[in-house]
């Protein structure tokens, strides 16, 4: 017997059922048969893969929204607006019957990431609920049982994440390949995957860079320059380091992913789809090479080796050639990795990339090695050889793709696995702290206070301000931050308010090993916030709810600031414009102006401008720029030397140069300044300092360190270290006519200058200059020999850098 059941009318017929029933009418076997549903050929006119062929943001956004209505296995969501307000989406996909019970799944994980809400209630000496009025209330120990039955019922959460970095254009282009399968296949495979799993897939995480790239791709396609990078940032304020943002969360897009998706769903995985160069491996993998930040739970390090070698050797299985894993990539900074201290797992997968969508032929001669491995020869962590040839786009996205996939399948299959992990990793975190353990840490009053603690709440950490208490001893004020350790997201406190210490890796010959990114994230030192960590359990009580008390800027200041912008992108300019119009707490009218070469050639900026800032930077780039031939003329050339004679004659009539970090080592040679760069050449074995977090000492009567205290920090990141070839002037001395030097900042003679982080040859810093002016004509250049406005973080030496540009 056969009966056809129609959903809905036929006009808007996608999905009907044949129930066949056997002749005894003992089985029914449902079979779904998909019509319908769009092919992402049909919208964007070409399949992704194809070469020179890029979509554009509204495209993609099209392409999900006619997805969503075809398939009741997909639901669209808009969460808001990205920088340049481009429409910022995710799609959630599962099967019908998972879709129609979302709240549900919610709810079990939110549950599952604070075991709490699953206990009976036991005595305890310290407070477990967030405004509880006493530190001797009744706190939840979890139930094991209460969990168990909700893992049965849940579900895997994978959140993919694509499109970050917006030249690697086949994440996002994937995003619709793994979208459309996942909505219109009856494979078991994917009735398997839809049925066990909730997918939280995000297009691009950066839509308005999807765009920049898609426009300079089309412009130059044909040309001699197509597949070159454009010229200018592809992400408004950060460029490349949006995915550096996963920390700070300064940034709108950050924002909407940390609110909305991952404290909204809790993944235990976080698929992010990335590209890396051409002429390395083809797919990176995980593990991750050490070092492994301290708060990182040994549960993920656990989770993300498995899930790693797993994909690796299924990859290897179906022929696939030049994997590595356990090199290239480490798990040391939070700012790449939320999911790490929220319980879930960061996979991250890296594939080899072409010219955006423009095919390359690779040499096998042409292979270079990366950190960890040598893509010529086979190794445990590497292999099979790729022996070099033709590289498509087709080859990037059939690669993610089909990662994806298998990842999926891994969180489908061991659904109970991923669950059972995820709330092992919060129950531990949640438990009572044994003596030995830290306790809580506190955070007490500073100016900046109120943006450490914004971080730190967005994350989901607890804090109490209670009534005055003693600690170890010590009477600490009403209003003191408190944050208990045991509660789900501690670790991620502890990481952002500890000192880092950064291990002293070498490679055979001696050479330090380049961390991937930077060594130091200390929060609190780059806010001026000084946390006290607390080892002994101590007791508090609670007054009326209430909030944190902020900070406060300074007197009415009225500013011209031409904020220099290389055609040889930099991301400390992107930053440096973010801090300028967003990020700063002065009471100072801003008018900036972006100034480019041509308009720096030209001269007569002292008309125009007040102060002029070159970010962080190396010399060539600011004065060469790009080379003849490898981009259009008008992109090429740098400053030159009209110029360097454009901005001395500005300094001369009373402007102020601001430069930042290495674009000091530009106005040193070029303007010929009676400073010297000391660590300039130096081999790493010598003096290596790759992102981390130094004491200086201050001036702090000097205008420009006003609001500063005489001990300060600095963010050090390939930076400059000063040395004066001519006399200091003090107070009230005569100011010859050739350039004379004020030394605001320096680094101690007999301190330590690190403070967080990892730095080599600590000696050669000592006793010398950190920031310098020097005044010229009417004017000053003023030398940075590190990044006050760091990632939109420093706020401690904010002040060094508008105190700076507002010089008169």
Known sequence: MRRRLSLIPAAFLFITFTIQTDL???RTIARAQTKSVPAPTDVLGFTPGDDRKLASWAKVVEYFQKLAATSDRVKFEEIGKSTMGAPFVYVTISAPENLKHL????EIQRQLADPRLLGT????SASSARRAPRADAEVRVPSDSKASQLIKRSKTVVAITCGIHSTEVGSYLSSMLIAYRLASSNEPEVQEILKNTIILLVPSTNPDGVDIVNNWYQKTLGTPYEGTDPPELYHKYTGHDDNRDWYAFTQVETQLVVDKILNAWHPQIVHDIHQQGAFGSRLFLPPYMPPVEPNVPQQIVEGYTELGNYLAKEMRATGYRGITTDSTYDAWSPSRAYSHYHGGVRILQETASCRLATPITVRFDQLRAGEGYD????TPNFGPIWQGGEWHIRDITNTMTKVAFLLLKHAAQNRELWLQRFYGIEKDAVRLRRPDELFAILVPAAPHRADVLKILDRGGVEMD???????????YPEGTAIIRMSQPNAGFAKALLERQHYPNMRDATGRPIQPYDVTAHTVSLLMGVEPVFIHKPFRYRMPPDRGFAGCTGGGPIEVRVGLYKSHVPSM?????????ENGHPFAMTIHDREIEDQEIRAGGLAAKYDSIVIPDQVRAAILNGHRKGAMPDEYTGGLGEQGVKALREFVEAGGTLVCLNRASDFAIEQFKLPVRDVVDGLPRTDFYVPGSILRIEVENSNPIAFGISKESIAWAENSPVFEV???TLRAGDQIPAEPTVHVIAWYAKDKDPLLSGWLLGADRVKGKAALV??????GHIILFGFRPQYRGQSLATYPLFFNAISLK
């Open 572 to 580: 400390d300019a992107g930053w440096t414009r973010w801090v300028m």
């Open 121 to 124: 209630r036991t005595s305890s």
């Open 103 to 106: 709240d549900e799944f919610k």
């Open 773 to 778: 002016q020097v005044d010229m004509g009417k």
């Open 375 to 378: 893509p010529r020869k086979e």
């Open 465 to 475: 301000a209670p009534l005055p208490f003693v600690a170890e001893g010590v009477k």
């Open 725 to 727: 070839i001519q006399t």
């Open 24 to 26: 005894f009418g003992l």
